[in-house]
């Protein structure tokens, strides 16, 4: 596009007609967008790019040649989409401007030559004179919160589930209010911390995890406070504790449920004041820290029985953000299979076979992703080869690989006695169970003799 058709049409954006009345800068839209450092451009309603700044060439030239980019759309350029993203089953930060007036933001996959990649967008309208949307301005923040490829570290993911929890963490990451990650067990709870800290602008400094489960008070307090030499049996040398560490960083409390109600008032004063004193001490100490906590427990409902305090939970659960199970991401499965299996140091130069992947995606993970792990790893050692095959999954029982485990017997018009359904159950179970009789036995919590002896009365 020639830049004078360029500087027309954005005239025209500020409701100037002549270009003799726009201010020296106004004349080269790129000018305008050179000024910001992120990749920045320039779209109409008919989401057809106009301008691009340098910023924006640096990092997707490769995908965008000059020649031919205002020809395309930023749906089509961005995201390899037939038509718009609202369209695709995403919201539509253009939209959502057009319909609102004002300005959007939020996370979007972004094709970059490096492949896929999560940014933030933000969208801008530019209004003509008349108040009317004529033009709008897509800046794209780069993020490193998550991944849609394998990395050594962090998130990784792009189901919807994972996607809801993406834009809770980019909110939040840069301020300073507590956050409470609620999920499972094995969710990646701990991950998702380290990325809300590495996000912040406390990211080098320190990241302080504290397991809360099992800790005594008096441990609780030592482990936490640190104590003084000499405070009790044993305290031979002087003790800094884990909130004296994060100072200037990020405490990670995991587990926040199991703290015992008599120590969480001491808890609750810490979090208030950001002050305490050693075990043993007599002057108090300040830390600067910002606080993440992490539960798998109902904490509203351990108020309800008094098991935890209000105050706390008020003071805790200022922005919630739920991790989802792995049965929730679905999608995921995969790309967490390969991700594991490349952070994993014995299951390096190790593939899943397309049978084993699709196993995965069946299976009810009750686990989530630590059980996803322990079943990688397990595959590993009993793959000779370099592809783990469905057989070397050996903790996934054959009868329980789909995700419905509906079975589809017909029931009795009348009663019948509980031996007698006990005989039809097995008889279905002989038709359609593919795994050893040890690995039946084993699912229905009988002995293998039991189960052969069941089964010879099913045989009579």
Aim: charged residues 25%.
């Amino acid at each position: 596009m020639a830049m004078a058709d360029v500087n027309d049409n954005y005239s025209k954006g500020f409701g100037m007609t002549d270009k003799n009345d726009m201010p020296a800068l106004m004349l080269d839209v790129n000018c305008l967008l050179d000024s910001y450092t992120v990749p920045a451009m320039l779209i109409d309603r008919d989401y057809r790019v106009l301008a691009w700044n340098r910023a924006y060439r640096r990092s997707y030239g490769d995908i965008m040649p000059s020649s031919t980019a205002h020809k395309r759309c930023c749906y089509e350029i961005s995201h390899r989409y037939n038509q718009p993203c609202d369209q695709e089953g995403e919201p539509c930060p253009m939209q959502l401007c057009l319909q609102t007036g004002l300005p959007q933001r939020m996370l979007h996959i972004h094709t970059s030559p490096r492949g896929m990649e999560y940014v933030e967008v933000e969208m801008r309208p530019l209004p003509d004179a008349d108040g009317s949307i004529g033009y709008l301005l897509e800046v794209f923040n780069p993020t490193r919160i998550a991944s849609v490829t394998p990395k050594p570290l962090g998130l990784v993911g792009q189901s919807l589930a994972f996607k809801r929890m993406l834009k809770l963490i980019d909110r939040v990451a840069r301020s300073r209010v507590p956050v409470l990650l609620t999920g499972e067990s094995g969710t990646g709870k701990e991950v998702v911390a380290r990325t809300i800290h590495d996000a912040s602008d406390r990211a080098n400094r320190p990241f302080v995890p504290v397991e809360c489960s099992g800790l005594t008070e008096t441990l609780f307090e030592s482990e936490l406070f640190g104590h003084e030499k000499g405070a009790f049996t044993g305290a031979y040398v002087q003790k800094q504790g884990l909130v004296e560490s994060a100072d200037q960083g990020t405490l990670f409390l995991d587990e926040i449920g199991d703290v015992p109600v008599q120590l969480q008032v001491k808890l609750l004063r810490l979090l208030e004041t950001h002050t305490f004193r050693k075990v043993g001490g007599v002057n108090p100490l300040q830390s600067d820290f910002r606080l993440i906590c992490a539960t798998h427990r109902d904490l509203a409902a351990m108020v309800e029985r008094g098991e935890f305090r209000l105050d706390l939970y008020y003071r805790l659960s200022t922005f919630p953000i739920h991790v989802p199970s792995l049965r929730d991401r679905q999608q995921d499965i995969p790309l967490l299979a390969q991700t594991l299996l490349q952070r994993l140091e014995e299951c390096r130069g190790k593939v899943l076979s397309d049978a084993a992947i699709q196993l995965l995606v069946n299976h009810h993970f009750a686990g989530n992703i630590r059980e996803l792990l322990n079943m990688l790893a397990r595959g590993c050692l009993l793959a000779d080869d370099t592809e783990i095959g469905p057989e070397h999954l050996v903790d996934i029982p054959p009868c329980y690989h789909s995700k419905s485990r509906a079975i589809q017997v017909a029931m009795p018009e009348e009663v019948v006695t509980l031996e007698e359904w006990e005989q039809v159950y097995l008889r279905h179970l002989v038709e359609t169970f593919q795994g050893d009789k040890k690995t039946l036995a084993m699912q229905l919590g009988v002995s293998e003799r039991t189960l052969y002896r069941k089964l010879g009365h099913v045989a009579e």
